[in-house]
């Protein structure tokens, strides 16, 4: 096993993440294993409980791990699923050397940090290294970050279990790369290495020297500066890789490739990489990076969410709504909404903000109402899910989402106006929304519904299920605490509102639709959890396509992409009569009460296909598979590339 350990100097949040997958994505290219593991220094068991803005969105794993955000960037840029203990925290190794000293295994003797706390990092790394997080294959490399800054009195165990684990696994299988920042001072206006070489020389003090120092700068670093990091770092000019800001992440692995990373670990670690397969890597993220760069077309989304004062909060939401508007041809604008300011209440208190809220969501193509947690902002997304359903607006909502739109649904549509959900309002007459028995009140941790988890889709016609490549059902990850109410259900259908997915032997709803709407989908789970660049999230993918009036031509061509078509697909095209009623008949299964006649793009008037060029011909020839949709392996055909469900579709 080689491990490579990235840490960070002068300031947390210089991209250590990024940096740390991007050394994975070149391995994995050049045809190794990889797995990651994520440090967290503080005493928490996991990222459960924190506050959003405290370190941004709590990511998910298959297995219920509450873990932190970078993790996602590593099941990202790696396509790997990897498991609770992969993140370490402070809190976690002190709890099992505490559980380990109470049933006596250590036979009496005085515990430490050093040597028992530092032992438990090092087992605990051995032994997370060697499990499988693609299928049954031996990970070769272990990436391992250590969260915060060098000389953090919190990261000190940890320094010092890897000047120990250095000569554990000998010098050849390990390495450390040090990532650093380089200001550039207005003042001045040139870029100031004495910051890294001060945290070079912290990190030597502890015993740990870097073989790769990953500059982090604002603009690039010219050579002279490059070689004085040299000098008086003690490393060779060609150990110092400078990491300017790039318009996209996807650039990061592709600059660390021209910088020669690749040749300098295959040396260092002696990886054996064969040259044939350094030549031929990261030719997809090559692809991805230059696509990104070619989009002209805008699609505007607004999140309506409740913390929004922070970016973060929302990354896999970012990051899923990026990956589909890239397959889609697309080039993603974000609003950030904060849901109480669409509240009368903010109106009479800040008129300013309440319009200029308004404002945004008017002027957006689509709206995503993600997941979130207390009462407050709750009435916004309730508003904001009444505005989308009145006005024809295409609308994702998840988790919080789903319930926001079935409790607007019951107060505008069924008249309870008094409906809403016990985490709000415990005594209310009509709980549209209730808590779960798994749910056990005092106790915060770990407590949720949570991970990987069964939706059964009904046997009825459905966009989602479509969109999924039309599988009974899909593994995807979830993180709540409340359910609709089941009670509801048959009323609420009753009105138009569709539950196309359930779990549970059908006690749990998963995924609602709207009748006579073009796209009004929630799903109580999250599905920009298994979102990757390369396999776009299906519901994601419907959003923004039905935010631009492409979703019936990509269904109706078996729900694949073709950019071409697609950025054409706005002029009109001569289509003869029997082209027209071959394209109609194909769509017919998809014509759920009123769905396409609520889309002006697939109207057929006089012998022509509005909005549909070229797709009459392509219908023609799918017409025959069923439902029009094609799947491999139950992914969806997608620009070429397998695409689709992203979780498991059986």
């Known amino acids: 096993m080689k491990y490579i350990l990235v840490t960070g100097g002068v300031i947390s949040g210089v991209g250590k993440g990024v940096i740390a997958s991007s050394f994975g994505t070149l391995l994995k290219s050049c045809g190794l294993n990889v797995t990651s593991i994520k440090i967290d220094p503080y005493i928490n068991i996991d990222a459960g409980t924190f506050s959003p803005y405290e370190h941004g969105e709590v990511y998910v794993l298959d297995d ?42 250590y036979l009496g003797k005085t515990v430490q940090v050093v040597p028992h706390i530092t032992d438990a990092i090092q087992e605990w790394v051995e032994r997370v290294a060697q499990r499988p997080v693609q299928g049954n294959s031996q990970p070769q490399v272990c990436i391992v970050e250590l969260g915060g800054t060098i000389g953090d009195i919190e990261g000190m165990p940890f320094v010092e279990a890897f000047r120990q684990f250095q000569f554990r696994v000998k010098r050849e299988n390990f390495c450390v790369a040090h990532v650093s920042l380089v200001p550039s001072p207005r003042s001045t206006g040139e870029p100031k290495t004495k910051p890294t070489q001060s945290s070079v020389r912290e990190l030597r003090g502890f015993g740990l020297s870097p073989d790769l120092i990953v500059c982090r700068s604002e603009k690039p670093i010219g050579v002279e500066v490059k070689e004085k990091i040299s000098n008086f770092c003690h490393v060779a000019p060609d150990q110092v890789i400078c ?22 670990l295959n040396e260092r670690l002696q990886l054996n990489i064969e040259s044939a397969k350094r030549e031929k890597c990261l030719q997809q993220w090559k692809d991805l990076a230059r696509r990104s760069e070619t989009l002209r077309e805008e699609v505007n989304i607004a999140i309506v969410g409740k913390y929004t004062r922070l970016e973060d909060s929302y990354a896999s939401v970012v990051k899923a709504l990026q990956h589909a508007s890239l397959a889609a041809g697309f080039k993603l604008n974000l609003k950030f909404i904060e849901a109480c300011h669409l509240e009368i209440a903010t109106r009479d208190k800040d008129p300013t903000k309440y319009h200029e809220a308004w404002m945004q969501l008017c002027d957006s193509d689509g709206v995503v109402v993600p997941g979130g947690f207390g009462s407050r902002g709750m009435e916004g997304k309730i508003v904001a899910c009444n505005w989308c359903r009145e006005k024809q607006k295409p609308m994702l909502g998840i988790c919080l989402g789903l319930q926001a739109a079935v409790i607007e649904f019951a107060r505008n549509v069924l008249g309870l106006k008094d409906a809403n959900t016990t985490e709000i309002e415990p005594k209310t007459v009509n709980p549209l929304v209730i808590d779960m028995p798994e749910h056990h009140t005092g106790q915060m941790g770990g407590t949720m519904r949570l991970g990987k988890r069964r939706t059964t889709f009904s046997d009825e016609n459905s966009i989602i299920k479509m969109l999924y490549g039309n599988p009974k059902t899909i593994d995807e990850r979830h993180r709540h605490r409340y359910e609709v109410n089941p009670k509801y259900v048959p009323t609420l259908e009753e009105h138009g509102m569709r539950f196309v997915g359930y779990g549970d032997e059908k006690r749990r709803m998963e995924v609602i639709e709207l009748r006579d709407h073009p796209y009004f989908v929630a799903t109580q789970y999250h599905p920009e959890y298994l979102s990757r660049p390369l396999k776009p999230s299906p519901p994601f993918l419907g959003l923004i396509l039905a935010s631009k009036k492409r979703l019936t031509n990509y269904m109706a061509r078996g729900c694949r992409l073709s950019p071409r078509q697609l950025s054409d697909a706005s002029s009109d095209e001569e289509l003869s009569a029997e082209e027209c009623e071959k394209l109609v008949n194909a769509v017919k299964p998809l014509q759920l009460n009123g769905f396409l006649s609520a889309t002006p793009s697939t109207r057929l008037t006089n012998g022509r296909a509005k909005d549909v060029k070229s797709a009459g011909k392509a219908v023609a020839a799918e017409e025959k598979q069923q439902n029009g949709a094609t799947t491999t392996n139950g992914e969806i055909k997608c620009n070429g590339n397998s695409g689709g469900s992203n979780g498991n579709v059986h």
């Open 64 to 105: 219920g791990g509450e873990v932190d955000l970078d993790l996602g960037n590593y099941e990202r840029f790696l396509d790997i699923t990897l498991h609770r203990d992969n993140n370490i925290t402070t809190g976690k190794i002190y709890q099992k050397v505490i559980e380990k000293e109470r049933t006596g295994e």
């Open 243 to 264: 990491i300017h800001d790039l318009s996209s992440i996807y650039h990061v692995p592709l600059l660390m490739e021209q910088n020669g990373v690749i040749e300098f």
